[in-house]
């Protein structure tokens, strides 16, 4: 599966952005999906994910609250809504593909060596 990031640009303290991920290939509907993110300077860190189905959706601590995922399989498309962005949500985003349509521990989402597959990144920069 190839994965196309989308939607970052520049947008001030306190503003939103919505990020897609479009996926190639008929079968995106088995794939769980996480969004990481890597600051200047800093480690790629995760942000969140979610299961195959899009029953059940995980957040890093930083971002609960004020970011939502969902998706549309039909559309092979997984959004990431982020509300009340702070200028520390400054990075590039990257969304990733994992081949595993069951649940796994919460774990599992969060490592970066689950997913098999990465798109490019989009840069979010949040101004102050």
């Known amino acids: 599966v190839q994965l196309q990031a989308s939607g970052g640009g520049l947008v001030q303290n306190g503003g939103s952005l919505r990020l897609s991920c479009v996926a190639s290939?008929?079968?995106?509907?088995?794939?769980?999906v996480g969004w990481f993110r890597q600051a200047p300077g800093k480690e790629r860190e995760f942000v969140a994910a979610i299961t195959w189905n899009g029953i059940v959706t995980y957040y890093a601590d930083s971002v609960k609250g004020r970011f939502t995922l969902s998706r549309d399989n039909a559309k092979n498309t997984v959004y990431l809504q982020m509300n009340s962005l702070k200028p520390e949500d400054t990075a590039v985003y990257y969304c990733?593909?994992?081949?595993?349509?069951?649940?796994?521990?919460?774990?599992?989402?969060?490592?970066?060596?689950?997913?098999?597959?990465w798109g490019q990144g989009t840069l979010v920069t949040v101004s102050s």
């Open positions: 990733a593909a994992d081949l595993s349509p069951r649940y796994n521990s919460r774990n599992y989402y969060y490592t970066e060596g689950t997913y098999d597959y």
């Open positions: 290939g008929r079968t995106f509907r088995n794939y769980n």
